[in-house]
């Protein structure tokens, strides 16, 4: 298989975000496993309010919106804000819809992992379940295995997630291989 290109999506604006952390960690597991990679988080998807048709101009979205177009896979982060998807991540992926016309509309056929961080399990449950909602409307793949961190816990949470960041990025990898060979 050619060297695929995987990018994640998410985290907050703050420096220390953990879910920046924690897609940073995927990635890195990724390019071990030979993948080329592209982080946007933070300032690179802080991106004026999406209206179609309007924003097309910004350079910021610009890039992301070719990352996007050129991605084999994604990885979609975000933290929980009172039970579901923060606005930053929303209105990053809401710059989707300007896929929509493609040959390969939205995220049609690509594998999408999924994390969610939040302060409890019941916020980090909820979010992953919205990026599953909002991955199926784009007509991504989710990968059968989500990861939920609940940063309240004690410890490191990227180490807590580690071995199922890999879980993921294998299931990506998997997904990739099996399209790869039904072509």
């Not at 604006?13 to 890195?28: C, G, N, P, Q, Y």
């Not at 992992?113 to 990026?131: I, R």
């Given at each position: 298989?050619?060297?695929?290109?995987?990018?994640?999506?998410?985290?907050?604006?703050?420096?220390?975000?953990?879910?920046?952390?924690?897609?940073?960690e995927?990635?890195?597991?990724?390019?071990?496993?030979?993948?080329?990679?592209?982080?946007?988080?933070?300032?690179?998807?802080?991106?004026?309010?999406?209206?179609?048709?309007?924003?097309?101009?910004?350079?910021?979205v610009?890039?992301?919106?070719?990352?996007?177009?050129e991605?084999?896979?994604?990885?979609?982060?975000?933290?929980?804000?009172?039970?579901?998807?923060?606005?930053?991540?929303?209105?990053?992926?809401?710059?989707?819809?300007?896929?929509?016309?493609d040959?390969r509309p939205?995220?049609?056929?690509?594998?999408?992992?999924?994390?969610?961080?939040?302060?409890?399990?019941?916020?980090?449950?909820?979010?992953?379940?919205?990026?599953?909602?909002?991955?199926?409307?784009?007509?991504?793949?989710?990968?059968?295995?989500?990861?939920?961190?609940?940063?309240?816990?004690?410890?490191?949470?990227v180490?807590?997630?580690?071995?199922?960041?890999?879980?993921?990025?294998?299931?990506?990898?998997?997904?990739?291989?099996?399209?790869?060979?039904?072509?």
């Amino acid at each position: 298989m050619a060297s695929v290109h995987i990018v994640a999506i998410g985290g907050t604006l703050r420096e220390t975000s953990t879910t920046a952390r924690v897609l940073t960690e995927a990635l890195a597991i990724a390019e071990r496993r030979g993948a080329r990679t592209t982080l946007f988080t933070g300032p690179a998807i802080a991106f004026p309010h999406y209206e179609h048709g309007v924003n097309q101009s910004h350079a910021g979205v610009a890039r992301y919106l070719a990352a996007l177009r050129e991605a084999d896979a994604l990885i979609v982060g975000s933290p929980g804000y009172h039970g579901s998807i923060s606005g930053l991540v929303k209105n990053a992926l809401d710059y989707a819809e300007d896929m929509s016309s493609d040959e390969r509309p939205y995220f049609d056929g690509m594998p999408v992992g999924l994390v969610a961080t939040a302060a409890g399990w019941q916020a980090a449950s909820s979010t992953l379940h919205t990026l599953r909602t909002i991955t199926h409307a784009l007509r991504g793949w989710p990968t059968p295995l989500g990861i939920a961190a609940n940063t309240a816990d004690p410890g490191d949470v990227v180490t807590q997630c580690r071995k199922n960041l890999e879980i993921v990025v294998d299931q990506i990898f998997r997904c990739l291989r099996a399209d790869e060979t039904n072509i």
